[in-house]
Nanobody, 122 residues
Framework: QVQLVESGGGLVQAGGSLRLSCVAS????????MGWYRQAPGKQRELVAT???????SYGSSAKGRFTIARDNAKNTVYLQMNSLKPEDTAVYYC????????????????WGKGTLVTVSS
């Protein structure tokens, strides 16, 4: 398993943008799918976005239309571009490189980064 390090979080005003990065310690070229999840206090961890090795993307309902996931295999990095941020986007954002696709739904397995905190002020 590769080690994952998220960065790019911080404090931003509502309507603003942030770009999160997930840098892996090794090659991600052969990893079939990588994803971003988030967890706000008192809430369950939820899927934000996924990207496959072939470049296919999917988004959770909260992210669709505002966020974009991309991967740069040459840099061993997955990005999450977040635009039009809302206070409800406030959460710790986690990167995962061990996703399983079962019955059309992704499940995150054990390989997580430690997260980066995004705080959106009103």
């Amino acid at each position: 398993q590769v080690q994952l390090v998220e960065s790019g979080g911080g404090l931003v005003q509502a309507g603003g943008s942030l770009r999160l990065s997930c840098v892996a310690s090794g090659s991600i070229s052969s990893i079939s799918a990588m994803g971003w999840y988030r967890q706000a206090p008192g809430k369950q961890r939820e899927l934000v976005a996924t990207v496959t090795s072939g470049g296919s993307t999917s988004y959770g309902s909260s992210a669709k239309g505002r966020f974009t996931i991309a991967r740069d295999n040459a840099k061993n990095t997955v990005y999450l571009q977040m635009n039009s941020l809302k206070p409800e986007d406030t959460a710790v954002y986690y990167c995962n490189s061990d996703l399983k696709l079962v019955r059309g739904q992704y499940y995150a397995m054990g390989n997580w980064g430690k997260g980066t905190l995004v705080t959106v002020s009103s």
